[in-house]
């Protein structure tokens, strides 16, 4: 789970095998060495491993740094939580219904993808809402799931476990629910 003083650290691996803690290691020396300049001003930063360090480039294709709203970059004394995970590159399958008319034809209904998806991998840091916001709805989700995970009691514990987003079209209401799937499933399931 996400923590207020840690600095989390997605990394998408090329591989699903690798000695984690020495890849932690890599990363740890890797995160050290970016420059000051780079975070200057920044709540998240994307960075694309390709070119950068030839050792790390066999095992990691991306990473992505997130610290939360006003906090400080530190690496040294704030300990980096490190999120591993191998996305997809499957594309979205498309389930869909015959119309109902007497031609047959198939109307698309839905699009699955299996997550992380790296369709969605720079989802999560495009999104421009007002401060804040995405944080507490990802924080929302996690408590909401932890609750479940342990089978809270409901009537000892209340929490409302629906969101409703609502907008006209084009505002990011879907957007966001992508990214938050993309970001649990990275966050909850992490290998």
Not at 166 to 185: R, Y
Request: charged fraction near 25%.
């Amino acid at each position: 789970m996400s923590n207020s003083s840690v600095v989390n650290v997605e990394v998408a691996t090329k591989v699903s095998k690798y000695d984690k803690f020495v890849l932690e290691e890599e990363l740890k020396n890797f995160l050290n060495n970016i420059s000051p300049a780079q975070l200057q001003n920044r709540e998240n930063l994307f960075i694309n491993i390709s070119g950068q360090d030839e050792s790390l480039y066999s095992l990691v294709s991306s990473i992505y740094l997130e610290k939360a709203t006003g906090a400080q970059w530190d690496f040294e004394s704030q300990k980096p939580e490190f999120y591993f995970f191998k996305p997809s590159r499957r594309e979205a399958e498309i389930e869909s219904f015959e119309d109902g008319g007497g031609d047959s034809e198939e109307v698309p209904a839905s699009n699955h993808w299996i997550l992380p998806s790296m369709e969605f991998l720079t989802l999560w840091e495009n999104l421009v809402y007002e401060d804040g916001l995405k944080e507490k709805i990802l924080k929302f989700t996690e408590s909401a799931i932890v609750f479940a995970k342990h089978n809270v009691n409901h009537n000892i514990i209340s929490c409302n476990r629906i969101i409703l987003l609502h907008g006209p079209p084009g505002t990011g209401k879907t957007s966001l629910c992508k990214a938050i799937a993309q970001k649990l499933s990275i966050r909850l399931n992490s290998v």
